[in-house]
């Protein structure tokens, strides 16, 4: 958006009785403004309106906002007021807004559906956004109970660009992932950027299978991961 594209209607109420709907219309397009007190009302507004009459609003805002930033700003209120967002966040898969791509994976990451793992799995060779793909592959490790997840998840530890590995191998520790504990080990011997996320995860996971690698690495490890391994 441009700066000529910014609304310049007076701020919307912060307090009160609720929002009317043209108010609430007003507060969705003003999401995009540079002031950041009038953004922060903007948003504060939204969620004050009731969902039943907030979520139509910013659905539609996201679907056909003519202002990128808008349609982000929306499906970000909308994930915190909606659990029935599954057809909506599906589409936003697909999305040529890498911001929106980034919301719907993390909003599959907590609406875990066996029906949609295909679909983020075969996300995985084309999303390479620094930003986009470490969601993707928390909302694939979300799925952990399931094979398929595991067997794309598992090589990535070893192989890829060390960003997209640290994220994975975070991913795999939040989610208590004993499948990827070898491979996480392997990873953990080595000195380098990914050491230490290597370290956490296998502390996470809590395995017993890890063991052998921490005693190992109070003795060999750098100083500088000694607390970690701790």
Same mark, same amino acid.
């Given at each position: 958006?441009? #700066?000529?594209?910014?609304?310049?209607?007076? @701020?919307?109420?912060?307090?009160?009785?609720?929002?009317?709907?043209?108010?609430?219309?007003? #507060?969705?397009? +003003?999401? $995009?403004?540079?002031?950041?007190?009038?953004?922060?009302? #903007?948003?504060?507004?939204?969620?004050?309106?009731?969902?039943?009459?907030?979520?139509?609003?910013?659905?539609?805002?996201?679907?056909?906002?003519?202002?990128?930033?808008?349609?982000?700003?929306?499906?970000?209120?909308?994930?915190?007021?909606?659990?029935?967002?599954?057809?909506?966040?599906?589409?936003?898969?697909?999305?040529?807004?890498? &911001?929106? &791509?980034? $919301?719907?994976?993390?909003?599959?990451?907590?609406?875990?559906? =066996?029906?949609?793992?295909?679909?983020?799995?075969?996300?995985?060779?084309?999303?390479?956004?620094?930003?986009?793909?470490?969601?993707?592959?928390?909302?694939?490790?979300?799925?952990?109970?399931?094979?398929?997840?595991?067997?794309?998840?598992?090589?990535?530890?070893?192989?890829?660009?060390?960003?997209?590995?640290?994220?994975?191998?975070?991913?795999?520790?939040?989610?208590? #992932?004993?499948?990827?504990?070898?491979?996480?080990?392997?990873?953990?011997?080595?000195?380098?950027?990914? +050491?230490?996320? =290597?370290?956490?995860?296998?502390?996470?996971?809590?395995?017993?299978?890890?063991?052998?690698?921490?005693?190992?690495?109070? &003795?060999?490890? @750098?100083?500088?991961? +000694?607390?970690?391994?701790?």
């Amino acid at each position: 958006a441009t #700066a000529a594209a910014q609304p310049t209607s007076k @701020p919307v109420p912060s307090q009160g009785t609720p929002p009317t709907e043209a108010e609430l219309t007003r #507060a969705i397009d +003003q999401l $995009v403004s540079f002031d950041l007190a009038t953004r922060t009302n #903007a948003a504060r507004t939204v969620r004050r309106v009731p969902p039943a009459m907030a979520a139509p609003a910013l659905e539609r805002a996201v679907r056909s906002h003519k202002d990128e930033y808008v349609r982000f700003r929306a499906a970000v209120l909308l994930t915190g007021m909606s659990d029935t967002a599954a057809p909506l966040m599906r589409q936003l898969l697909t999305d040529r807004n890498d &911001r929106l &791509r980034t $919301v719907a994976y993390q909003w599959w990451e907590h609406h875990p559906d =066996a029906a949609i793992l295909t679909t983020l799995l075969a996300a995985l060779p084309r999303e390479r956004s620094e930003f986009v793909r470490p969601a993707l592959t928390r909302a694939i490790a979300a799925h952990g109970s399931d094979q398929r997840a595991r067997e794309a998840l598992v090589p990535l530890v070893i192989r890829g660009e060390d960003l997209f590995r640290g994220a994975l191998i975070e991913a795999l520790g939040d989610y208590g #992932a004993t499948y990827a504990v070898a491979s996480i080990s392997e990873v953990a011997k080595l000195d380098g950027p990914l +050491q230490d996320d =290597a370290i956490t995860a296998l502390g996470k996971i809590g395995d017993v299978a890890a063991r052998p690698t921490l005693e190992s690495l109070q &003795r060999s490890a @750098p100083p500088e991961v +000694q607390p970690t391994v701790s």
